[in-house]
């Protein structure tokens, strides 16, 4: 399974994107699939996540009621749609893949996808 990453850009302070990550390769179905960014000078930080089937979701606090986690099996593809974009939300967003439940650490991933950058102006 590869991961492809795309969909960020430039966007003002309280904008949205919809950040789309591709798989390919067999498999993809059975995975849970996470996002996590990395801002400049910071570590890279666990966003969302979501269940094989779609079931259970799980979002970390500072994007609670902004960023919603999504897939579509049958285009092999999980989504990221982030509204009311705000300065802190700049950073390269990665999508990553891993078996069994969610995770909320990066270790936890065992493949990853390249970045895509957000960059959000005030």
């Known amino acids: 399974v590869q991961l492809q990453a795309s969909g960020g850009g430039l966007v003002q302070v309280g904008g949205s994107l919809r950040l789309s990550c591709a798989a390919s390769?067999?498999?993809?179905?059975?995975?849970?699939m996470g996002w996590f960014r990395q801002a400049p000078g910071k570590e890279r930080e666990f966003v969302a996540a979501?269940?094989?089937?779609?079931?259970?979701?799980y979002n970390t606090d500072s994007v609670k009621g902004r960023f919603t986690i999504s897939r579509d099996n049958a285009k092999n593809t999980v989504y990221l749609q982030m509204n009311s974009l705000k300065p802190e939300d700049t950073a390269v967003y990665y999508c990553?893949?891993?078996?069994?439940?969610?995770?909320?650490?990066?270790?936890?991933?065992?493949?990853w996808g390249q970045g895509t950058l957000v960059t959000v102006s005030s």
């Open positions: 390769g067999r498999t993809y179905t059975n995975r849970v």
């Open positions: 979501i269940t094989w089937n779609g079931g259970s979701t």
């Open positions: 990553a893949a891993r078996w069994n439940g969610i995770a909320t650490t990066q270790s936890e991933y065992d493949l």
